[in-house]
């Protein structure tokens, strides 16, 4: 029990819609990132909020976006949605400091698109 | 963002120490190595890590070649519940912990 915990844990959507992704943080921490996790790949970085403010991007088109909220919660957003987007969502909440901390990962939520 | 290189599979019997190599050969001054596992529809779970030396803590060991270049993760008695993807990461130093993930190496291990 890592006290990350993301949902839904399942979804089904339809190719074009939208969707919005929750993520509570682990108490004390204040920089939440978010993956991609395709069958059988690594978790792909999408982007990272520290302060409520964008922090860090990988390889990912505009349509996916981010907040970050006062109490360090998240939310993925995704429009537009492609087959391809099928994958599990990985959060991730860290402290950001001098140390070099480990981050804690969520279960995931499921997302399938069809 | 250059990855890591690590093998596909590996296996182990119970009890015994297990070695899982890593490649970074691009890896920059700043970067952590870092080591994650994942279980079955669960999230990575974090292992070790450390930059130049080498570490210990309760669940391994991280072995850090002096040029950087690469790193062994050392389980020194693998149980049945050691079995996962073991992910071997570049944080990215200067990028608030952006985090690399390679391919990972599949652990099985035999009673």
């Known amino acids: 029990e890592t006290g990350v915990t993301q949902s839904p844990t399942h979804l089904i959507k339809t190719r074009g819609q939208q969707v919005t992704l929750r993520c509570s943080s682990q108490?004390?921490?204040?920089?939440v990132s978010w993956y991609q996790q395709a069958l059988g790949q690594g978790p792909q970085f999408i982007f990272q909020?520290?302060?409520?403010?964008?922090?860090g991007r990988g390889n990912f088109p505009p349509r996916f976006s981010g907040l970050q909220f006062p109490n360090y919660s998240s939310e993925l957003n995704v429009n537009a949605l492609e087959l391809d987007d099928s994958a599990l969502y990985l959060c991730?909440?860290?402290?950001?400091?001098?140390?070099?901390?480990?981050?804690?990962f969520g279960q995931g939520t499921r997302l399938t698109v069809v | 963002d250059a990855k890591t290189t690590q093998p596909n599979s590996m296996e182990s019997n119970e009890e015994e120490p297990v070695h899982l190599p890593c490649n970074h050969s691009?890896?920059?001054?700043?970067?952590?190595i870092h080591w994650y596992r994942q279980l079955p529809s669960q999230g990575p779970e974090y292992v070790i890590h450390?930059?130049?030396s080498n570490v210990n803590n309760r669940m391994a060991s991280l072995a850090i070649a002096e040029d950087r270049k690469s790193s062994t993760l050392i389980l020194h008695r693998a149980t049945l519940r050691d079995a996962a993807v073991y992910y071997c990461?570049?944080?990215?130093?200067?990028?608030?912990?952006?985090?690399?993930f390679g391919q990972g190496t599949e652990l099985s291990v035999k009673p």
């Open positions: 909020y520290y302060r409520e403010e964008e922090n």
């Open positions: 108490s004390g921490h204040n920089t």
């Open positions: 991730a909440s860290s402290f950001r400091g001098p140390m070099n901390t480990e981050a804690f």
């Open positions: 990461i570049r944080r990215i130093g200067n990028q608030g912990g952006k985090l690399i």
């Open positions: 450390g930059l130049t």
């Open positions: 691009t890896i920059s001054g700043t970067d952590y």
